[in-house]
T-cell receptor, first 113, second 114 residues
Framework: QQPVQSPQAVILREGEDAVINCSSS?????VHWYRQKHGEAPVFLMI?????EQKGHEKISASFNEKKQQSSLYLTASQLSYSGTYFC??????????????FGKGTHLIIQP | KAGVTQTPRYLIKTRGQQVTLSCSPI?????VSWYQQTPGQGLQFLFE???????NKGNFPGRFSGRQFSNSRSEMNVSTLELGDSALYLC?????????????FGEGSRLTVL
């Protein structure tokens, strides 16, 4: 099941904050966040694991609510370089193995000077 | 160290033809995943290979197939191309698919079906 991301798009001024949400209807093992700039490959930002462990980017934070099967990505004091499309990828586990990442449709973030 | 390399970068095919795309993962990475990216649909998982074995498969018709070689390089094949197969096909490699970790994406192969 593809996770649902919101909002679909957001336009901010440089220095403003943004929150991107990702929700799943299925119990999650981990949530992954990637950013893709136009014409480039997606780049890893962060992984949040069931149980609270978090690995990733220094200037971007995220949360993972296991009860609600939701994750939120927080971009504070946004910079022009933050513009791009953000994807959350959800991972489930069944039978002890990973089921592969399922990505949402993405959130387009535009930062204006 | 070299990143994920995908070839060809661009290709144009006509309906009914078949296409083979290639992916060379980062040295030492044994897991390769393939994704289809289209406007409005995001990244859709095709399949994942590890040590020459398909570990997971997405919800795509049997026209989409793949394989992995002993050197971890991977190919995906789409037969009997349809207009809706036009997309950016991304390959990603990782060290170990059994442990959550970073995916390293290639720049993709952009397929246009006429």
């Amino acid at each position: 099941q593809q996770p649902v991301q919101s909002p679909q798009a957001v336009i901010l001024r440089e220095g403003e904050d943004a929150v991107i949400n990702c929700s799943s209807s299925k119990a999650l093992y981990s949530v992954h966040w990637y950013r893709q700039k136009h014409g480039e490959a997606p780049v890893f930002l962060m992984i949040l694991l069931k149980g609270g462990e978090q690995k990733g980017h220094e200037k971007i934070s995220a949360s993972f609510n296991e009860k609600k099967q939701q994750s939120s990505l927080y971009l504070t004091a946004s910079q022009l370089s933050y513009s791009g499309t953000y994807f959350c990828g959800t991972e489930f586990r069944s039978g002890g193995g990973a089921d592969g990442l399922t990505f949402g449709k993405g959130t387009h973030l535009i930062i204006q000077p | 160290k070299a990143g994920v390399t995908q070839t060809p970068r661009y290709l144009i095919k006509t309906r009914g033809q078949q296409v083979t795309l290639s992916c060379s993962p980062i040295s030492g990475h044994r897991s390769v995943s393939w994704y289809q990216q289209t406007p409005g649909q995001g990244l859709q998982f095709l399949f994942e290979y590890f040590s020459e074995t398909q570990r997971n498969k997405g919800n795509f018709p049997g026209r989409f197939s793949g394989r992995q070689f002993s050197n971890s390089r991977s190919e995906m094949n789409v037969s009997t191309l349809e207009l809706g197969d036009s997309a950016l096909y991304l390959c990603a490699s990782s060290l170990d698919p059994t442990s959550p970790g970073e995916l390293f994406f290639g720049e993709g192969s952009r397929l246009t079906v006429l």
